[in-house]
């Protein structure tokens, strides 16, 4: 069996992405990782090489601007990497830019690789999602945040990135599309996107909603703050877990304070319905689901 991993990244140093956190956490279960690294201003594509793994295989790319609607560049970036992928490549990990795999769960995923490699039932595996919210010691626990996606696919290129890169579907002759048959593995993603010192937090959302909005949205959104406002309203729960080994360095390095208070907590009663389901029975009412479960 052959694995290879894929990612995209523009201006990682600019934005504080922990993007070479995200591909070293990956390596150890794949033979070739591909990276796109979009045409940049803040050595990126050094910071890239300067990982010196020689799995890595670089594409330099060109990211079109204009493709701003629903985030779609972000797609066209994933595609561009995952079709770089050879055909003698079995399974193929994705995994963006302010992700990570936690090595207490590669030894599952290759097992699950191994086990559904001859399946033609299973294009993909579907793994859980922890979404860590201004500090590491926090996580989302509102409705806004998936639970689950697919990272892991099958090399099979009529496999396309769906929409905003979140996911993925496969496209059929009549150029219509279907979701992936995928299995469901009790392994996780950490997903550091929210968890930033307020400044980086600020330029990273002055340039990533204008992959979304018009510029003067953003503008009057975000362009009269200094630093990025957390919301200490945002419903969380403490983190009791251990982060994967390569964030280890980042996460001992975090120079600002986060402040949530859980008497500010916005809790509809929607939602507490809807979390009392969740919590005793895992079905979530509603939830958005871009698969289907073998």
Sequence with gaps: MRVAGFTFIRNAVRYDYPIVEAIRSILPLCDLVIVAVGQSEDGTLELIQGIGDPKIKILETLWDDRLREGGRVLAVETDKAFQAIPADYDWCIYIQGDEAMHEQDHALLRQQMEAHLHNPAIEGLLLNYHHFYGSYDYIGSSRRWYRKEIRIIKN???????????????????????????????????????????????????????????????????????????????????????????????????????????????????????????????WRPGEYKNYDLR
């Design 156 to 282: 099979k290129k009529t496999i396309f990135s769906y929409k905003d890169a979140q996911g993925f579907r496969l496209r059929l002759p009549n150029q219509k599309s279907r979701k992936l048959q995928v299995k469901p593995v009790n392994a996780w993603i950490y997903h550091y996107g929210w968890v930033k010192h307020p400044a980086h937090q600020l330029n990273k959302q002055l340039n990533f909603n204008k992959l979304w909005h018009p510029d003067d949205w953003v503008q009057d959104r975000f362009g009269q703050q200094e630093e990025y406002q957390y919301d200490g309203s945002e419903p969380l729960r403490r983190f009791e877990g251990s982060h994967p080994a390569v964030m280890q360095p980042r996460i001992q390095a975090v120079n600002w304070q986060f402040n949530s208070d859980p008497s500010r907590m916005r809790r509809s009663w929607k939602d507490r319905i809807s979390d009392w389901l969740e919590r005793t029975t895992g």
